[in-house]
């Protein structure tokens, strides 16, 4: 969870991405890759075959790469994250699973949840 939370953050800065580990990420490319696990059968049974914990925190990143992308006019594909938004917070809501940022996750999904309405 955490490495994610960092990696994120992370490609906010692609010039410190670049110079520092010699990793160029656009954002053109993590929003495909985000569309790819929220809108696509392929993406969801990739996800499916995962760890819950996994599946819960690739999709809740991926929910906030395609919101930037809305936020930016750059949404080239339309996705529409609002069912995901409410499927992740079911999921979230009902899940055992052990999440340290758990109501990090909660509190941003259902402010772009009131976002999206």
């Known amino acids: 969870e955490e490495v ?3 990696y994120y953050t992370l490609t906010k800065n692609a010039t410190y991405l670049s110079e520092e580990f010699s990793l160029n990420l656009n954002e053109e490319s993590l929003y495909d890759y985000a ?3 929220l809108t696509t059968m392929g993406g969801r049974l990739y996800l499916f075959r995962r760890d819950s914990v996994s599946r819960m ?3 809740y990143y991926s929910i906030l ?3 930037e992308a ?3 006019g750059t949404n080239r594909h339309g996705i529409d ?3 995901a938004i409410t499927t992740l917070i079911n ?3 009902n899940s055992s699973a052990q999440l340290k940022l758990k109501d990090t996750y909660l509190d941003t999904l259902y ?3 009131d976002k999206y309405l």
Do not use: C, M, T
Request: hydrophobic share 45%.
């Open 4 to 6: 994610l939370a960092d």
């Open 70 to 72: 809305n936020n930016r």
């Open 57 to 59: 925190v690739v999709s």
């Open 91 to 93: 999921e979230l809501e």
């Open 65 to 67: 790469i395609v919101d």
């Open 111 to 113: 402010e772009l949840k």
């Open 81 to 83: 994250i609002q069912p």
């Open 35 to 37: 569309g790819f696990f």
